[in-house]
């Protein structure tokens, strides 16, 4: 099975800020790899898939990067509905299709 | 607009079955592969199941493999998971989700998700 590890798994920023998230995976995985983002008592929601296409209707300060084993999720200026928690998933080996820990955003 | 609409979650006791549902409206339901994916409370997700458009490929995750059991209904839009021999670290939110089917693949991303259905196992 493919591991997807996420750091960190939390951290703290302030509106404005730049925030990046990595995923590594345990072997390549090409760019099959998507980001969530979750907030509390809400479903996931998809924000980047094949590592660096933005889904439809996301804002342009979320951006993707990335292929092989190593990834990232940046948010260029963080906006206050951006706190949340994100989450990576693989979609190369099925199955199973896999998740990082996920990284949660808080406000500083 | 795509709806999913997860029912059949609540309390159980170890060792019992439950199934869960999924409605599935306002797109092509027998185009697209679905999913069961599961949150533990305050933890983080994972992918329980998947099914492709249909039923020609099925996948699990380790830790439900031979106690669950996912089908579909494409004459009804409808996405279940037979649940069996239920343990304690079942316990979880239950959402439905809806493979994106990028690029042709059977798998990949998933999009939208319901609301859950939570599915709690204790004595």
């Known amino acids: 099975d493919i591991q997807m590890t996420q750091s960190p798994s939390s951290v703290s920023a302030s509106v404005g800020d730049r925030v990046t998230i990595t995923c590594r995976a345990s072997?390549?995985?090409?760019?099959?790899l998507a980001w969530y983002q979750q907030k509390p008592g809400k479903a996931p929601k998809l924000l980047i898939y094949a590592a660096s296409s933005l889904q439809s209707g996301v804002p342009s300060r979320f951006s993707g990067s990335g292929s092989g084993t190593d990834f990232t999720l940046t948010i260029s200026s963080l906006q206050p509905e951006d706190f949340a928690t994100y989450y990576c998933?693989?979609?190369?080996?099925?199955?199973?299709?896999?998740f990082g820990g996920g990284t949660k955003v808080e406000i500083k | 607009e795509v709806q999913l609409v997860e029912s059949g979650g609540g309390l159980v006791q170890p060792g019992r079955s439950l199934r869960l549902s999924c409605a599935a409206s306002?797109?092509?339901?027998?185009?697209?592969?679905m999913h069961w994916v599961r949150q533990a409370p305050g933890k983080g997700l994972e992918w329980v199941s998947g099914?492709?458009?249909?039923?020609?490929?099925?996948g699990y995750a380790d830790s439900v493999k031979g106690r669950f059991t996912i089908s579909r209904d494409n004459a009804k839009n409808s996405l279940y998971l037979q649940m069996n021999s239920l343990r304690a670290e079942d316990t979880a939110l239950y959402y439905c989700?809806?493979?994106?089917?990028?690029?042709?693949?059977?798998?990949?991303?998933?999009?939208?998700w319901g609301q859950g259905t939570l599915v709690t196992v204790s004595s």
């Open positions: 306002g797109f092509t339901f027998d185009d697209y592969a």
């Open positions: 099914i492709s458009w249909n039923s020609g490929s099925i």
């Open positions: 989700a809806k493979d994106v089917g990028y690029s042709g693949y059977d798998y990949s991303w998933f999009d939208p």
């Open positions: 072997q390549g995985i090409s760019s099959w």
């Open positions: 998933q693989q979609a190369n080996s099925f199955p199973p299709l896999t």
